[in-house]
C-alpha cells in the first residue's frame, strides 16, 4: 500500500462517496454509476483509482464486474491514523 496513492484516491468527494456505499455490500459498476450524475466513463476511472489505492477490488461475473471495500487496507489506515493521533 502506498499511502500517498490512498490519501489521494480518498481526495475525491465522489471516491469516497463510492466508498460509502461499498461499506454495506458488494456493488457492480452499473449499481455505482447509476447514483451519479457523471458519465459512466468517469465513474470507470474512480473505480480504477481506488482499485489502483488498493482501497476496492473487483471480481467479475459473467459480463458484470462486483466491487467491495478491501477492509486490510483501510484497517492499516486507521491504525496509522491512529499512531499519528498517539493513542
Same mark, same amino acid.
Request: no cysteine; aromatic share 6%.
Given at each position: ?9 480518498? +481526495? &475525491?468527494? #465522489? /471516491? ?10 458488494? =456493488?457492480? @459498476?452499473?449499481?455505482?454509476? !447509476? ?17 489502483? +489505492? &488498493?482501497? #476496492? /477490488? ?10 467491495? =471495500?478491501? @477492509?486490510?487496507?483501510?484497517? !492499516? ?11
Amino acid at each position: 500500500m502506498s499511502l500517498q496513492n490512498t490519501l489521494k484516491a480518498l +481526495a &475525491d468527494p #465522489i /471516491r469516497r462517496e463510492i466508498m460509502n456505499m461499498l461499506k454495506d455490500g458488494r =456493488l457492480s @459498476a452499473g449499481e455505482i454509476s !447509476e447514483k451519479f450524475d457523471v458519465s459512466g466513463p468517469s465513474i470507470s476511472r474512480h473505480l480504477s483509482v481506488l482499485k489502483d +489505492a &488498493d482501497l #476496492i /477490488r473487483d471480481t467479475r461475473e459473467g459480463k458484470y464486474i462486483y466491487y467491495e =471495500l478491501n @477492509a486490510s487496507v483501510l484497517e !492499516e489506515i486507521m491504525l496509522w491514523l491512529t499512531n499519528l493521533k498517539g493513542e
